[in-house]
Nanobody
Framework: QVQLVESGGGLVQAGGSLRLSCAASGRTFSSYAMGWFRQALGKEREFVAAISWRGGRSWYTDSVKGRFTISRDNVKNTVYLQMNSLKPEDTAVYYC?????????????????WGQGTQVTVSS
């Protein structure tokens, strides 16, 4: 069992930066691939980024490539999402999630564990 708690969301102006953190409980954190998803008001949850167990591989949706960076610290049981050059369209609730396999890494319904989400609001 893994419990995930996100933090770091907030209100930022367009062009600004935020760093989201997701703290995981449990000794098996390093066995999980971790992902970040977001859900804007009235829209479906969408994939943002993911990282493999040891951090050697990462994946991003096209709209955040070059602006967002996912990383993890398996000693601290934490995964991060550094978000730079934020745009109003990045406004959403951001969720971290974990799964054992890197197969179907983009698919939300393939993830086993989810955090409660943290709100990110980017003003224009």
């Amino acid at each position: 069992q893994v419990q995930l708690v996100e933090s770091g969301g907030g209100l930022v102006q367009a062009g600004g930066s935020l760093r989201l953190s997701c703290a995981a409980s449990g000794r098996t954190f390093s066995s999980y691939a971790m992902g970040w998803f977001r859900q804007a008001l009235g829209k479906e949850r969408e994939f943002v980024a993911a990282i493999s167990w040891r951090g050697g591989r990462s994946w991003y949706t096209d709209s955040v490539k070059g602006r967002f960076t996912i990383s993890r610290d398996n000693v601290k049981n934490t995964v991060y999402l550094q978000m730079n050059s934020l745009k109003p369209e990045d406004t959403a609730v951001y969720y971290c999630a974990g799964k054992i396999s890197i197969a179907s890494i983009y698919a939300a319904d393939e993830y086993d564990y989810w955090g409660q989400g943290t709100q990110v609001t980017v003003s224009s």
